[in-house]
């Protein structure tokens, strides 16, 4: 069942569009807006009052109510859906029983008289008054008709006065004034998107236990076993000797001795375990107190009419995090940053492989080398792009500060982008502020950005880490060869 409001003149001269209201706040109930017949009487008559922001809006409330006469029910949707309101008119013949409480005499009277006469004649009981004043919701509630508030937000913003009048014409002689200087603007971004603040989450390592160390060290022993023997077998010591004849070498062996196969088995092979087991015990440690990076990208634009002289671009950070200029390459994380103590080669005896060079004339008597280097690079010719930022305090490490100066910063043109490195550690929440900051000798204050940057710990699985770093370790030992020329 549809919801009837009845509407006061204020409804066409003082609220937004109907069309656009959000009729949705007071329900998804059908909407029917009844106009009174005051109300009719009143927007025509207002229509005449000059050339005011109420005339005009009664002007176009009188064309639009006309719309409405003119339609073959003599009702108008203004809303399809979300909910339908539909705009009409009370039922032609409908009488209005003076009360002893009602003045018919005065507007406000008549729209209640006329509400509680089409509730009583259409027997209907969601009959309501909508309104922003006081004196109807009073009269209303005085005789048991409900009253529906309109929103504040539904209101046009007040006429400007002759103060309001005076800071528009100011206003626009400031604009007359930022024409003759640079207009610059600064924007943050984080992966092409726009942002005010930055979080980022970071790994949090937590140490392992004793027994889990105890496990993974047995695991690191089991990829990379003692082995029982050394010497190369007399059938590989073939194999290898058949290939050496095939390139025109000569190979000879020496078995290992004695003394360093115990001195692998007793010292260094244990050594190296007790090496894991330690790297181990301090993966956590380690992990945490890694740097982590990531990007974040300030969009500097002049928008103005002229170039920015002798600008100056600076990046400045407080608090627990740091920044640096991007790297050539980008820095790698995970994994790869840690690292295993890698496993001693076992003692196997010295491959050498003997080749005979003869005949060959020494090029070096034939062609002149340093006629072959390139001609050193002269920079007397060259000068600074006047348009272009040049780095003045370039960092690649952590550091606090970065500064760029450009001698012309045009206006009108594409935006630039600085990208930097901000820096922060594993393990820990991290908070601090990034304020860019650009000044010019024409630009009357300098303008700057700052957003605040924190880092959120999320738990990460070191014994997961520890056994993939594991699954690195080399299965089998390298074996040395010395390749040995006559």
Same mark, same amino acid.
């Given at each position: 069942?549809?919801?009837?409001?009845?509407?006061?003149?204020?409804?066409?001269?003082?609220?937004?569009?109907?069309?656009?209201?959000?009729?949705?706040?007071?329900?998804?109930?059908?909407?029917?807006?009844?106009?009174?017949?005051?109300?009719?009487?009143?927007?025509?008559?207002?229509?005449?009052?000059?050339?005011?922001?109420?005339?005009?809006?009664?002007?176009?409330?009188?064309?639009?109510?006309?719309?409405?006469?003119?339609?073959?029910?003599?009702?108008?949707?203004?809303?399809?859906?979300?909910?339908?309101?539909?705009?009409?008119?009370?039922?032609?013949?409908?009488?209005?029983?003076?009360?002893?409480?009602?003045?018919? $005499? @005065?507007?406000?009277?008549? *729209?209640? !008289?006329?509400?509680?006469?089409? &509730?009583? #004649?259409?027997?209907?009981? /969601? +009959?309501?008054?909508?309104?922003?004043?006081?004196?109807?919701?009073?009269?209303?509630?005085?005789?048991?008709?409900?009253?529906?508030?309109?929103?504040?937000?539904?209101?046009?913003?007040?006429?400007?006065?002759?103060?309001?009048?005076?800071?528009?014409?100011?206003?626009?002689?400031?604009?007359?004034?930022?024409? $003759? @200087?640079?207009?610059?603007? *600064?924007? !943050?971004?984080?992966?092409?998107? &726009?942002? #005010?603040?930055?979080?980022? /989450? +970071?790994?949090?390592?937590?140490?392992?236990?004793?027994?889990?160390?105890?496990?993974?060290?047995?695991?690191?022993?089991?990829?990379?076993?003692?082995?029982?023997?050394?010497?190369?077998?007399?059938?590989?010591?073939?194999?290898?000797?058949?290939?050496?004849?095939?390139?025109?070498?000569?190979?000879?062996?020496?078995?290992?001795?004695?003394?360093? *196969?115990?001195?692998?088995?007793?010292?260094?092979?244990?050594?190296?375990?007790?090496?894991?087991?330690?790297?181990?015990?301090?993966?956590?440690?380690?992990?945490?107190?890694?740097?982590?990076?990531?990007?974040?990208?300030?969009?500097?634009?002049?928008?103005?009419?002229?170039?920015?002289?002798?600008?100056?671009?600076?990046?400045?950070?407080?608090?627990?995090?740091?920044?640096?200029?991007?790297?050539?390459?980008?820095?790698?994380?995970?994994?790869?940053?840690?690292?295993?103590?890698?496993?001693?080669?076992?003692?196997?005896?010295?491959?050498?492989?003997?080749?005979?060079?003869?005949?060959?004339?020494?090029?070096?008597?034939?062609?002149?080398?340093?006629?072959?280097?390139?001609?050193?690079?002269?920079?007397?010719?060259?000068?600074?792009?006047?348009?272009?930022?040049?780095?003045?305090?370039?960092?690649?490490?952590?550091?606090?500060?970065?500064?760029?100066?450009?001698?012309?910063?045009?206006?009108?043109?594409?935006?630039?982008?600085?990208?930097?490195?901000?820096?922060?550690?594993?393990?820990?929440?991290?908070?601090?502020?990034?304020?860019?900051?650009?000044?010019?000798?024409?630009?009357?204050?300098?303008?700057?950005?700052?957003?605040?940057?924190?880092?959120?710990?999320?738990?990460?699985?070191?014994?997961?880490?520890?056994?993939?770093?594991?699954?690195?370790?080399?299965?089998?030992?390298?074996?040395?060869?010395?390749?040995?020329?006559?």
């Amino acid at each position: 069942m549809a919801n009837v409001l009845f509407v006061d003149t204020n409804f066409f001269l003082q609220l937004k569009d109907p069309e656009s209201l959000p009729w949705a706040e007071l329900g998804d109930s059908e909407v029917l807006l009844i106009v009174p017949r005051i109300v009719q009487t009143e927007i025509d008559r207002l229509k005449q009052d000059g050339n005011s922001r109420r005339s005009k809006r009664a002007r176009k409330a009188s064309s639009f109510l006309r719309s409405v006469c003119a339609a073959p029910e003599l009702t108008r949707v203004i809303r399809k859906s979300g909910p339908r309101v539909v705009v009409g008119f009370s039922p032609g013949g409908m009488t209005i029983t003076p009360l002893p409480s009602l003045d018919l $005499t @005065r507007n406000d009277d008549q *729209i209640v !008289a006329e509400a509680l006469a089409f &509730q009583s #004649t259409c027997q209907a009981d /969601n +009959v309501s008054l909508l309104t922003a004043d006081t004196g109807p919701m009073l009269t209303a509630r005085h005789h048991n008709l409900p009253c529906v508030a309109v929103p504040e937000d539904w209101l046009l913003d007040p006429e400007p006065d002759e103060r309001d009048k005076k800071i528009h014409t100011l206003e626009r002689q400031v604009v007359v004034l930022q024409q $003759t @200087r640079p207009l610059v603007a *600064i924007t !943050a971004l984080l992966q092409n998107q &726009q942002v #005010t603040r930055v979080e980022e /989450n +970071v790994l949090k390592y937590e140490a392992l236990s004793t027994s889990t160390i105890e496990h993974l060290t047995t695991k690191a022993a089991l990829q990379y076993p003692m082995p029982d023997e050394f010497r190369i077998s007399d059938t590989e010591l073939t194999m290898l000797r058949m290939s050496a004849a095939a390139r025109g070498r000569r190979l000879t062996y020496v078995e290992p001795t004695n003394d360093e *196969i115990t001195k692998y088995r007793e010292e260094r092979y244990p050594a190296w375990l007790a090496s894991v087991k330690a790297a181990l015990t301090q993966a956590a440690t380690d992990l945490n107190d890694r740097a982590h990076y990531f990007p974040v990208t300030f969009q500097i634009t002049n928008s103005g009419n002229v170039p920015a002289n002798n600008a100056i671009l600076e990046v400045r950070v407080k608090g627990d995090v740091y920044i640096a200029a991007p790297a050539k390459e980008a820095k790698e994380e995970g994994p790869v940053t840690l690292h295993l103590p890698t496993p001693p080669d076992p003692p196997s005896g010295q491959l050498t492989e003997t080749v005979t060079v003869a005949g060959y004339p020494d090029i070096s008597s034939r062609y002149n080398l340093d006629a072959l280097q390139p001609p050193p690079v002269s920079l007397a010719g060259w000068t600074r792009d006047r348009n272009a930022f040049y780095w003045d305090e370039r960092s690649h490490t952590a550091t606090t500060l970065l500064r760029l100066s450009c001698e012309e910063f045009r206006h009108q043109d594409e935006p630039q982008e600085l990208e930097i490195t901000v820096v922060a550690q594993h393990g820990r929440e991290s908070a601090g502020l990034i304020t860019c900051r650009l000044s010019a000798t024409n630009l009357p204050e300098p303008e700057e950005l700052t957003i605040p940057i924190k880092t959120i710990p999320t738990l990460a699985d070191t014994e997961a880490l520890a056994s993939n770093l594991i699954r690195q370790l080399p299965r089998k030992p390298s074996r040395t060869r010395t390749i040995k020329t006559v």
